[in-house]
């Protein structure tokens, strides 16, 4: 990676009449390096165009979007929430397991358990349990993957509004340390 070529290119994109930055295409081999290529993005951003929104293509992992927004980046876009649900994975607050549970496991099979204890998504507001959910999974029901995509969807959102409160509160690093640490609340919230 070259941080000289990315700031200028980063300088070059903002000297132009565009609305909002896009930072994308090679951000590195490994997370660590991403984090600091990104960071490079918006520290040249930072000096040149402040008032501009920061759009990061492609990345959607829950640390990913922590670290994002740490680093000054305002939107993202990622398939991961849909991805995984086709894939049989529901999004959880478990960071040990990457933030989610994998309902194709076969000790899923018979769990009453609900994906997520207090979740406001219709899927659990439904009553849908991970068994039943698994289940579908376990028969290729099409009805599975558009279960667990409102709840992976309605999960990152929740999580979303978390991070855009602590922003406004001035309490964005406690909030993010909570959130790895799995200290989270995916109830319904602003009127959804």
């Given at each position: 990676m ?15 009449a ?6 994308g ?38 640390d990913?979007l ?20 086709r ?14 549970v994998d ?19 219709p ?18 029901d099409?009805?599975?993957?558009r279960l ?14 978390d991070?855009r409160a ?8 406690d ?5 790895r ?11 959804t």
């Amino acid at each position: 990676m070259f941080e000289d070529l990315r700031v200028a290119s980063t300088e070059r994109v903002a000297a132009s009449a565009c609305d909002g930055i896009a930072i994308g295409g090679s951000l590195g081999a490994d997370k660590p390096q991403m984090y600091e290529v990104v960071g490079w993005s918006t520290a040249a951003l930072d000096r040149v165009a402040p008032d501009r929104p920061r759009h990061l293509l492609g990345i959607g992992d829950i640390d990913d979007l922590l670290r994002g927004v740490e680093l000054g980046i305002d939107t993202f876009d990622c398939a991961m929430p849909t991805r995984l649900a086709r894939h049989g994975m529901a999004v959880v607050p478990d960071p040990e397991r990457r933030w989610r549970v994998d309902l194709t496991a076969s000790r899923w099979r018979r769990s009453t358990e609900p994906i997520l204890e207090g979740c406001g998504c219709p899927t659990c507001v439904a009553g849908y349990p991970r068994g039943y959910v698994a289940h579908l999974l376990h028969l290729r029901d099409a009805t599975a993957g558009r279960l667990l995509t409102l709840h992976n969807l309605h999960v990152v959102a929740r999580l979303m509004d978390d991070v855009r409160a602590a922003i406004a509160d001035g309490t964005l690093a406690d909030r993010t340390a909570a959130i790895r640490a799995g200290v989270v609340s995916f109830a319904r919230s602003h009127g959804t």
